[in-house]
């Protein structure tokens, strides 16, 4: 795809899962990808496998629930690596439960990660991309986020927040040179699955939500990320403030 070689991306919550999907794409078109999660570990593999690969990774080691800790390493990204030009926004956690069960301490942990980290990070990082002008952000939400999931009820919440958000950057910033865009990934085979099918019931769920499904398959991590490169890629230039679903036609939007 047009534009990306050599463009420095930040991408949250690429140690697992989708996340680690794009951060290998993204080294495989040529841009140097800067993973930032709280699994220091697992960014530290993906990011060695992209090196050995023959791209260019570093692994930060950051929650992106703490503003001043996401700042100091976004500063020291940009001074190892250049200004950031891609922001993917893509870290998040869940777990299933009826929102009557639960208590503010689990919307807490919950609006932390999916809603306060991608704030955070966006308010970082796009400060620099308006100055210089020119930014691309993809924002990875969630089909919950547009049609509610059972389970889901805070996370959904912050997935719809994400697409509202993301809406009015791209309003706000369209004419500083950055363009936002929102993926809506439907039920994905990765760990924060996996933690709602491990009762005595997952297999039966899992089979209902393939059933829903008119690919009749879940989501792979391998799934998300060349649209990802579109969305950051010149190719996508004439797009902003666009919400995709891609979920095997789970959700279709007019
Ligand atoms: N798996 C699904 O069914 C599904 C469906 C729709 C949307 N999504 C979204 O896709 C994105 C990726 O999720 P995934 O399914 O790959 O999950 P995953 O658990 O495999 O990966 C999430 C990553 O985010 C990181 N992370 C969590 N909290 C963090 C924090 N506070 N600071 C920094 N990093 C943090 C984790 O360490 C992990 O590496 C998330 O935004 C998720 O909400 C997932």
């Given at each position: 795809m047009r534009g990306l070689k050599n463009k420095t991306v930040l991408l949250t919550g690429g140690a697992n899962g989708i996340g680690a999907a794009?951060?290998?794409?993204?080294?495989?078109?040529?841009?140097?990808?800067?993973i930032f999660d709280l699994d220091a570990t697992g960014a530290g593999k993906v990011a060695g496998a992209i090196e050995v690969a023959g791209g260019r990774a570093s692994a930060h080691a950051v929650d992106i629930s703490q503003y001043d800790a996401v700042k100091r390493e976004v500063d020291a990204f940009e001074a190892a690596c250049g200004p950031i030009a891609y922001l993917v926004n893509?870290?998040?956690?869940?777990?299933?439960?009826?929102?009557?069960?639960?208590?503010?301490?689990?919307?807490?942990?919950?609006?932390?990660?999916?809603?306060?980290?991608?704030?955070?990070?966006?308010?970082?990082?796009?400060?620099?991309?308006?100055?210089?002008?020119?930014?691309?952000?993809v924002n990875v939400a969630s089909d919950a986020g547009r049609v509610g999931s059972s389970g889901e009820a805070v996370y959904s919440a912050c997935k719809g927040g994400m697409i509202a958000f993301s809406k009015t950057l791209a309003r706000e910033l369209v004419s500083r040179g950055v363009i936002v865009n929102t993926l809506c990934p439907?039920?994905?085979?990765?760990?924060?699955?996996?933690?709602?099918?491990?009762?005595?019931?997952?297999?039966?769920i899992a089979e209902g939500l393939k059933r829903a499904i008119p690919m009749r398959r879940l989501g792979q991590p391998e799934d998300y990320p060349g649209l990802v490169a579109f969305l950051l890629s010149d190719d996508a230039a004439y797009m902003t403030g666009q919400t995709i679903s891609v979920s095997g036609g789970l959700t279709m939007h007019g």
């Open positions: 794009i951060a290998r794409r993204l080294g495989e078109e040529g841009c140097t990808v800067g893509n870290a998040g956690w869940d777990r299933a439960a009826n929102f009557l069960d639960t208590d503010p301490e689990f919307w807490n942990k919950i609006v932390a990660i999916n809603l306060y980290g991608p704030l955070n990070v966006s308010h970082i990082v796009l400060k620099g991309m308006a100055a210089r002008g020119f930014g691309r952000v439907g039920p994905t085979d990765t760990a924060i699955l996996r933690s709602f099918l491990e009762g005595p019931d997952g297999a039966k």
